[in-house]
T-cell receptor, first 111, second 113 residues
Framework: GQNIDQPTEMTATEGAIVQINCTYQ??????LFWYQQHAGEAPTFLSY????GLEEKGRFSSFLSRSKGYSYLLLKELQMKDSASYLC????????????FGRGTSLIVHP | EAQVTQNPRYLITVTGKKLTVTCSQN?????MSWYRQDPGLGLRQIYY???????DKGDVPEGYKVSRKEKRNFPLILESPSPNQTSLYFC????????????FGEGSRLTVL
């Protein structure tokens, strides 16, 4: 099975940088995903990492270290609209290739 | 517009009264899935389907049924709802064997009294 751990809640200031960590233990590994979910809305896809390193997409970047079972989502130049829950999901190898979601990190951005 | 559509969006029902939440996608995805989301527990998978007529249990299948008779539709059936099934439900579709990106419906908030 898979075990995914991420902080429950984080706060940050508008314009700042925040890093949301995700650690995982999984039997096999076949990709890590980050999703954003605003309150009461559907999750939306942010990023996908399958190899070690940093993937940058505008203000958002995602990093993966497979040997450490570790990923982070980096949000730069924070805006109020970035207040949301950020879900880390891991896909194991073999079987159904279905990703398992962590419990999510609620990010609060204040002025 | 590419989308996943769920109905109803909101429903209040009583214990034991059978209900169905419909899910339809127009992206020709083979994979579809149902999740429930509860405070502090995150997204938990109920059932998923890799293709027409192929369904499998997720992590929390008890009390639910699904069917996949057509590629675009994946209804979730609660034969005898109970209060512990009060939750926010999401349907999703995508290509799990490729990038793994999932497209979610807007959610169905179900309350069982």
């Amino acid at each position: 099975g898979q075990n995914i751990d991420q902080p429950t809640e984080m706060t940050a200031t508008e314009g700042a940088i925040v890093q949301i960590n995700c650690t995982y233990q999984t039997s096999g590994f076949n990709g890590l995903f980050w999703y954003q979910q605003h309150a009461g809305e559907a999750p939306t896809f942010l990023s996908y990492n399958v190899l070690d390193g940093l993937e940058e997409k505008g203000r958002f970047s995602s990093f993966l270290s497979r040997s450490k079972g570790y990923s982070y989502l980096l949000l730069k130049e924070l805006q109020m609209k970035d207040s949301a829950s950020y879900l880390c999901a891991v896909r194991g190898a073999g079987g159904s290739y279905i990703p398992t979601f962590g419990r999510g990190t609620s990010l609060i951005v204040h002025p | 517009e590419a989308q996943v559509t769920q109905n109803p969006r909101y429903l209040i029902t009583v214990t034991g009264k059978k209900l169905t939440v419909t899910c339809s996608q127009n992206m020709n995805h083979e994979y579809m899935s149902w999740y429930r989301q509860d405070p502090g527990l995150g997204l938990r998978q109920i059932y998923y389907s890799m293709n027409v007529e192929v369904t499998d249990k997720g992590d929390v299948p008890e009390g639910y049924k699904v069917s996949r008779k057509e590629k675009r539709n994946f209804p979730l059936i609660l034969e005898s709802p109970s209060p512990n099934q009060t939750s926010l439900y999401f349907c999703a579709s995508g290509y799990p064997l490729d990038t793994g990106e999932l497209f979610f419906g807007e959610g169905s908030r179900l309350t069982v009294l």
